[in-house]
């Protein structure tokens, strides 16, 4: 209790005081967050580049807050206070204004994109679009970092002494964090290879989807049904990916079994009639097309139709996909072809009777010649 003996040492005056510093501060504060601010924004304005305005968006708060801070720190200083709590007070001030700096840059990692862009436009440069946001999360993850350090630097806990110390263990931390460094690594050979960027459609394994975002550890992909899947970066660097989005053009193939009694005009003539319909199409590539008898087996002939269109879209390969099939199924249709249909044969045991072994070898005889005649029909 001894060291709150100070407090019954204020007068009204220095009360007074104190409480006018710290409304002074707050006025100050609300008057650059109404108008100092919008000003400070009309001029930011009349550049050409827009990191001035994320610039000022990003310390907006932190600024405030600051000024705020310092309020209260003035207010206390100026009163009759041992010089254990100013240490302490001056220690608390130092350490918030250097948060306050970190937490505006953490807020402007985010525009980061913004410079890119700029960049982009002014160079005529390209930026992979999987770079940018990696780049925000190492942005901030060193602003952290930083932060932390100086912040423990002012209570005088030594970094370096720690790093020091951390490296008696470095082993077992070194294993126990193999897989978030394999993730790691696996990150940053996903941005240097770049087989694919945000918005891709992707398929890797067992999944197909949209990427959707990237970070230290996973990669997140929502597939086709809308489910969120999370895929280790480690995982997906040492896996082959098929990026679909990167296709100029989509396959469209179906191979149809047509009856054995087609005859060959007939097979002729669907295959003019499809070449024709083909090759009037604009949307069909006038490469690679094939149409044929494909091969002829014991229960079917079978009619190949292969091509691309330029589409690349899933839903109008779907439908293109769809159009061609009953255009290719009318024209079968019209020239009087049908699709072959598998037939079963039903083999009828023999009979067994009670009979003497010459009567029933005639009858088995007889039975057999039966069963051959059914099989030929």
Request: aromatic share 12%; charged share 20%; glycine share 6%.
């Amino acid at each position: 209790m001894e060291q709150l003996n100070w407090i019954l040492k204020i007068t009204w005056l220095d009360g007074l005081i104190s409480i006018g510093i710290f409304a002074v501060f707050f006025l100050v504060r609300e008057l650059f967050s109404k108008y100092f601010l919008k000003l400070v924004s009309r001029l930011s304005k009349l550049s050409k580049t827009p990191v001035d305005d994320a610039l000022i968006g990003a310390f907006r708060k932190p600024v405030a807050f600051i000024l705020l801070f310092a309020g209260i720190y003035l207010a206390l200083m100026y009163l009759p206070m041992p010089h254990q709590w100013k240490s302490i007070a001056t220690l608390l001030f130092k350490s918030s204004a250097i948060f306050s700096i970190g937490w505006g840059f953490y807020i402007f990692s985010d525009a980061i994109g913004i410079f890119f862009h700029h960049m982009g436009n002014r160079y005529d440069l390209q930026f992979n679009t999987i770079v940018i946001p990696f780049l925000a999360k190492i942005m901030k993850f060193i602003v952290v970092v930083f932060t932390i350090v100086m912040i423990l630097d002012q209570w005088n806990y030594h970094v370096t002494g720690l790093i020091t110390g951390l490296g008696i263990g470095g082993l077992a931390i070194a294993m126990a964090a193999k897989d978030t460094l394999s993730n790691l690594f696996g990150g940053f050979v996903i941005i240097t290879d770049a087989p694919f960027t945000i918005g891709d459609l992707i398929h890797t394994g067992s999944i197909e989807g949209f990427v959707e975002d990237i970070n230290f550890r996973s990669t997140r992909i929502r597939t086709l049904d809308q489910a969120i899947v999370t895929v280790p970066n480690s995982t997906l660097a040492n896996s082959p990916i098929t990026n679909l989005s990167k296709m100029d053009k989509r396959r469209i193939s179906f191979n149809l079994p047509l009856d054995l009694e087609t005859t060959n005009e007939q097979m002729k003539r669907c295959l003019g009639q499809i070449r024709q319909m083909l090759m009037h199409d604009p949307e069909v590539y006038e490469e690679r097309k094939f149409i044929y008898l494909d091969k002829i087996t014991s229960s079917s002939m079978n009619l190949l139709v292969d091509f691309y269109i330029k589409s690349i879209d899933v839903g109008e390969w779907l439908k293109e996909k769809e159009k061609y099939t009953y255009a290719v199924l009318e024209i079968l249709q019209n020239e009087g072809v049908e699709l072959a249909t598998s037939r079963s044969l039903m083999v009828i045991p023999p009979q067994h009777s009670n009979q003497d072994p010459a009567g029933s070898s005639d009858e088995n005889n007889q039975s057999d010649l039966e069963q051959k005649s059914r099989l030929r029909e």
